[in-house]
């Protein structure tokens, strides 16, 4: 089991959904992927992206004002 | 079956290939198969060196528009073209390159980007693409 960051903070529409699906094809099943951002509809729509394809968020951290960071389990 | 996403490129303008990219990038990021059928202008940008080329679809002013749009785009860091594409051909997204076109416009296999183009097919390829697909769009 590994665990992969990605940092897509400053980028824009629609890097940080692509590098998440992209992260997700590498991985195995049970690895844990965390991606941090600043684009604000990706941190609605990565939860979403991973609901269509049945992968669990284990958890959205939005402590910051502008940034977050989840962390999601193939 | 996985959803599927089916998008008519016929515009070869910067802003509407940008447009259709996005899309293919996004249906791909959801979780569904993408197909991209490049025609008529869409066309031109399969040609190496071509998928930047084209003007703005509005306010183009001789290049001028085009010039400021992609200056405001790097100050927002939005992606380029070349990543887009590449990004949608490592995530599986398909390409299909209009044939009726190339014959039209004399464009030989040689001029295009094949190792983007997965498929050359005519309106019969995109119906069948499209027929059982949830999503499609023609820009």
Redesign the interface.
């Known amino acids: 089991m590994t665990e992969t960051n990605i940092d897509v903070r ?6 940080p ?2 590098e ?3 992260a997700i ?1 590498k991985a195995s099943p049970g690895d844990e992927i965390i991606i941090q951002g600043t684009h604000p509809a990706s941190k609605k729509e990565i939860p ?2 991973c609901e ?2 049945g992968i669990e968020v284990v958890e959205v951290d939005e402590t910051d004002d502008k940034e977050w960071k989840i962390r999601i389990k193939r | 079956m996985t959803e599927k996403a089916v998008i008519v490129a016929h515009s070869g303008d910067l802003d509407k290939i940008y447009s259709a990219l ?1 899309l293919g ?2 249906a ?4 569904m198969e993408a197909s991209i059928f490049f025609t008529f202008w869409g066309l031109q940008c399969l040609k190496k060196g071509g998928l930047g080329k084209g003007p703005l679809s509005r306010m183009n002013l001789l290049g001028l528009g085009k010039w400021m749009v992609k200056s405001r785009m790097k100050k ?4 380029s073209l070349e990543k ?1 594409m590449n ?1 949608y051909k ?2 599986g997204g398909k390409v299909i390159a209009c044939e009726m076109t190339m014959e039209i416009m004399g464009i030989k296999e040689e001029e295009l980007n094949s190792e983007w183009i997965d498929e050359y097919g005519a309106v019969g390829t995109y119906i069948m693409e499209a027929k059982d697909a949830k999503i499609t769009l023609f820009i």
């Open positions: 400053g980028q824009t529409c629609p890097v959904l692509v998440c699906r992209k094809r979403m992206a269509a394809m | 996005i990038n996004g791909l990021s959801m979780g927002a860091n939005v992606a887009l990004d490592e995530l």
